[in-house]
């Protein structure tokens, strides 16, 4: 049974692009480079929405911080306890934590004070607190770190243990007891866990006092009211929902979105450059073997088709070359430079991987505004030379 | 059979009008060879174009087999001129950057015919115009007598019922004129119409040929 599938017109379509070989590499390059930025962006903000969007959940619900002045202050224990006199409050958890610089890294850790006897707020704090003896890290001095922590300590000659400055101007030595690689590596990268009391040490607090509370509610619904509650019975404090969260980090996401749209917008112009300069025309060499093709009995459709092929296997390659290489730069190199445009407001952050993401869609359309496009582009021209008779494309 | 009624030609350069051909009138009966002769401008090569159905007429009919290839859609001119129609052109028209195989096979390639039929049908030819020792060679690479030979072999790879040949000896010296010349005799008697466009005194003592039609200024005369 004779084929459909016109193999030798295919092989001629090949041999075409060889032919003009550097013109079709250079054409070759620049989209695989459009393909590669694009997706790349879009496999890293996919992927930090993915995990940013499990630490939103991960969050409690309301965190209330006690403003004095305009000045977050510390907020009293006994203040946890009139919380839930609120109706629909299901606990309110006192949490004792800062950002603890370290200048000679040039980093900011997240210290979070735990005890063995208080709820946690939430899961995933949960699980390390189970997984460690309390009682034995206080009495050690120990903490626990993330994976992130561990590395910028090591780098600085703290292998075992650390001295944190507290905030009397003394060192306290607190040694390494343990690294937690949390499921939630985004959030957990930078924390260091250690319990309450050196918490307070470190800080300089009052045993009395916490840095905020978390207040879960039985009914998400109830959010609003249980808010407006709260600052009737606590009118200094500010509460802040799961939902200001995210929206925060939204905004963050839209500022950076802005520059690589502008990137976008270059990589666009120069792709349209290579549109318009295929679409202004053909070299007089490729009128010619238009010409030659029809004088000896190759139809318009016959020359349509072969081109169609031959801007089909370019921009096909192009266009599965960019996006390999950007699943291969974002997702096994870590995307690198790339990624501290994003994540650049800790140097800590770096280090956590990104997970999987594969947005269809959005590749979906960057093929379809990219492909047939350049299909087109190449097309036209060729069609209007077909049009012509043989013999004035010949001359 | 080939049939040229009343053509008139003009081309369009700038905005000046060039008349090419004026109240052009021919008939070519089957297995006739016909040489067209002039000096160069005398519309040889436009009355060539014509008959392939390469450019079409301003005015006139040209039947072609019977068939009105002046009036034919694309698709069915060019289908037509793939199974019917060898053209042999002055300037050789071959695509320097593809192989004497690449170059040949050109004309077969919308049959998509197999793969054993594709190489019986070039080696044939190449062998017929002892082109076969430089089949991968790239034709720009080639004296202009063997692009020629390049050039017959492609006009007759589909073995086609008309050969055209615009000033085929043009290039070439006296002994590839006279090998050339050999094959057209050749064709002649397998029944090929042949029309020769050409200035070059070879083709008008021949005694195969069957008529000579002279031109000058785009008229029969």
Redesign the interface.
């Known amino acids: 049974m004779?084929?459909k599938m016109?193999?030798?017109?295919l092989e001629?379509a090949i041999?075409a692009i060889l032919?003009r070989g550097k013109k079709n590499i250079f054409i070759l390059l620049i989209f695989s480079m459009l393909v590669f930025l694009l997706s790349s962006v879009l496999f890293i903000s996919d992927s930090i929405k993915l995990e940013l969007n499990s630490v939103v959940k991960s969050l409690p619900e309301i965190t209330l911080q006690r403003f004095v002045a305009g000045k977050q202050s510390d907020v009293s224990l006994s203040r946890a306890e009139e919380l839930l006199s609120i109706e629909g409050v299901k606990s309110a958890i006192p949490r004792i934590w800062g950002y603890y610089y370290f200048k000679v890294a040039g980093v900011n850790f997240s210290v979070v004070g735990i005890d063995a006897f208080e709820d946690q707020y939430k899961e995933s704090l949960q699980k390390i607190v189970d997984s460690v003896d309390v009682g034995v890290l206080e009495k050690n001095s120990g903490m626990i770190v993330g994976e992130g922590v561990k590395k910028v300590l090591e780098e600085n000659y703290y292998k075992d243990f650390f001295n944190f400055v507290t905030a009397e101007g003394k060192w306290k030595k607190v040694t390494i007891a343990g690294v937690f690689s949390s499921d939630i590596s985004l959030e957990a990268n930078d924390m260091i866990l250690l319990p309450k009391n050196t918490a307070y040490e470190i800080f300089g607090m009052d045993k009395k006092m916490a840095t905020d509370i978390v207040v879960k509610v039985s009914n998400p619904k109830e959010i609003p009211m249980i808010v407006s509650k709260i600052n009737l019975l606590f009118p200094d404090m500010r509460a802040i929902t799961k939902d200001d969260i995210r929206v925060s980090y939204q905004n963050i996401f839209d500022y950076k979105s802005g520059f690589f749209l502008s990137l976008f917008l270059i990589c666009a112009f120069t792709f349209f450059i290579i549109i318009y300069d295929k679409t202004s025309g053909l070299s007089s060499q490729e009128k010619?073997?238009i010409?030659?093709?029809?004088?000896?009995?190759?139809?318009?459709?016959?020359i349509i088709k072969e081109k169609f092929y031959e801007s089909f296997i370019i921009s096909f390659c192009a266009f599965i070359m960019g996006l390999c290489a950007a699943l291969f730069f974002v997702y096994f190199l870590q995307a690198p430079l790339l990624r501290d445009i994003f994540m650049g407001y800790s140097k800590l952050k770096p280090d956590f991987i990104l997970p999987f993401s594969f947005n269809v869609e959005m590749l979906c359309l960057l093929f379809l505004l990219s492909v047939p496009i350049y299909i087109a582009a190449t097309l036209i021209p060729s069609w209007k030379a077909?049009?012509l008779?043989?013999?004035?494309v010949?001359r | 059979m080939i049939k040229l009624s009343h053509i008139h030609k003009i081309f369009t350069q700038g905005n000046t009008e060039v008349v090419a051909l004026s109240d052009i009138s021919l008939h070519v009966k089957d297995g006739e060879f016909t040489v067209l002769k002039g000096a160069s401008g005398s519309g040889k090569s436009t009355v060539l174009s014509l008959i392939a159905g390469l450019s079409r007429p301003s005015s006139g009919e040209v039947l072609v087999e019977g068939k009105a290839i002046s009036k034919l859609p694309d698709n069915f001119s060019a289908l037509f001129r793939r199974e019917n129609i060898g053209f042999i052109f002055q300037k050789y028209n071959l695509i320097p950057t593809l192989s004497v195989r690449d170059n040949i096979i050109l004309p077969l390639i919308p049959q998509n015919p197999s793969e054993e039929v594709l190489t019986h049908s070039v080696n044939h030819v190449m062998e017929k115009f002892s082109i076969a020792h430089k089949a991968d060679m790239l034709v720009k690479n080639l004296s202009g007598g063997e692009q020629q030979r390049v050039a017959i072999a492609r006009a007759l790879i589909n073995k086609p019922k008309i050969i055209l040949a615009d000033e085929p000896t043009a290039n070439l010296d006296a002994k590839l004129s006279n090998e050339l010349i050999a094959i057209l005799k050749q064709l002649k008697e397998e029944n090929t119409t042949i029309i020769v466009a050409t200035h070059d005194p070879l083709f008008f003592d021949l005694d195969f040929v069957d008529a000579q039609v002279e031109m000058k200024n785009g008229k029969i005369v």
Not at chain 1, 6 to 9: A, I, S
Not at chain 1, 291 to 302: H, N, R, T, Y
Not at chain 1, 389 to 392: R, T, V, Y
């Open positions: 004779k084929s016109n193999f030798l017109l001629y041999n032919r010619k073997e010409g030659i093709l029809k004088a000896v009995g190759w139809s318009m459709d016959d077909s049009t008779d043989a013999d004035e010949m």
